[in-house]
């Protein structure tokens, strides 16, 4: 079962505007990550929040993390075409790793 | 970090045959796990790769079915037996130091099953 809800499914924007993307869980975590996979290729991991932390940044990657409302959200500024690719949450749910549904995001030039 | 290596990349299988994808890390790791992502979906554990004995299953994933091996430290194999349809789909082996830490992710094998 997935321990990640995200939202929206999918996400279309032009190239240059923010784009936000969700995700919700389940239960307490030690961390949440977040990770890119282009088109059916393996997964770049983006950022690791730790659950004592509430903001981290990387780049133009924001990641927020609301414990208390069990969510996450990725904020990715100034889009790039080279940012199209679908985006998973993921966390430690027992000894494993666990991912979210997944966002495909599209960036249209 | 690490860099991790899968072979084939693809494949195209007949039914009933078997297939064994290869993972290579560069640099010893202490855990090693396997995923299927099916088409348009997200990730689901298979196993653990547990070096020097028996791979640790998820619910609804099995030894006979899925075989795996790991001799080292850097290398373990997925064998995916008498394939059917239902098991087309891209195999990704991925790696970490703790559980707790990033996972760095090999790119995949995808299979398509007849």
């Known amino acids: 079962s997935q321990q990640g809800e995200e939202d929206p499914q999918a996400l279309s924007i032009q190239e240059g505007e923010n784009a936000t993307m969700n995700c919700s869980y389940k239960?307490?975590?030690?961390?949440l990550q977040w990770y890119r996979q282009n088109s059916g290729r393996g997964l770049v991991h983006l950022i690791l929040i730790r659950s004592n932390e509430r903001e981290k940044h990387s780049g133009r990657l924001r990641v927020t993390l609301d414990t208390s409302k069990k969510s996450s959200s990725l904020l990715i500024t100034a889009s790039r075409a080279a940012d199209t690719a679908s985006y998973f949450c993921a966390t430690v749910l027992g000894e494993k790793l666990t991912f979210g549904t997944g966002t495909r995001l599209t960036i249209i030039p | 970090s690490a860099v991790i290596s899968q072979k084939p990349s693809r494949d195209i299988c007949q039914r009933g045959t078997s297939l064994t994808i290869q993972c290579q890390v560069d640099s010893q790791v202490t855990m090693m796990f396997w995923y299927r992502q099916q088409p348009g979906q997200s990730l689901t554990l298979i196993a653990t790769a547990n070096q020097g004995s028996e791979a640790t299953y998820e619910s609804g994933f099995v030894i006979d079915k899925f075989p795996i091996s790991r001799p080292n430290l850097t290398f373990s194999t997925l064998t995916v037996s008498n394939m059917s349809p239902e098991d087309s789909s891209i195999y990704l082996c991925s790696a970490a130091g703790t559980l707790y830490n990033e996972q760095f992710f090999g790119p995949g094998t995808r299979l398509t099953v007849l």
């Open positions: 239960t307490s975590i030690n961390n």
